[in-house]
């Protein structure tokens, strides 16, 4: 078995290194998320905030509007919600709309 001093550079294990950077949009992370958020059109003033503190990008906007949340990527931190100046976002428990699911 050859020693450490005898590897090439590109041999060496890459250490907390993305190769490909941006690639977390790939992978769908919003699955263990309990609670999502619902924003208010008439409450909102799109002041962006939300977008701004959303630790995942997961608040969609157009044209500097907000428009939707990515679900696939929100995990319900609620962090949009309680940076909301407008108390514009609220978060539902997930699944609520189902028959029977709080109330
Ligand atoms: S922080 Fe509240 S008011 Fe501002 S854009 Fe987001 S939802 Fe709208
Ligand atoms: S609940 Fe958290 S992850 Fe989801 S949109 Fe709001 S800030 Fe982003």
């Known amino acids: 078995m050859s020693g450490i ?5 590109e041999e060496f294990p890459r250490g ?3 190769p490909e950077s941006g690639n977390s ?3 769908v992370t919003g699955g263990w998320r309990s609670e999502r958020p619902v924003r208010s059109e008439e409450k909102c003033n ?6 701004i503190f959303c630790p995942d990008s997961a608040i969609n906007v157009e044209n500097e509007q907000v428009t939707t949340f990515n679900l696939d990527h929100c995990k319900g931190c609620g962090v949009c919600a309680a940076e909301c100046p ?4 609220e978060m539902v428990p997930e ?9």
């Open 5 to 9: 001093g005898s590897w090439k550079a």
């Open 16 to 18: 907390a290194v993305i």
């Open 25 to 27: 949009r790939d992978y």
């Open 46 to 51: 799109q002041c962006l905030l939300c977008f």
């Open 86 to 89: 407008q108390d514009a976002i």
């Open 95 to 103: 699944g609520c709309e189902l028959p029977g699911v709080n109330g």
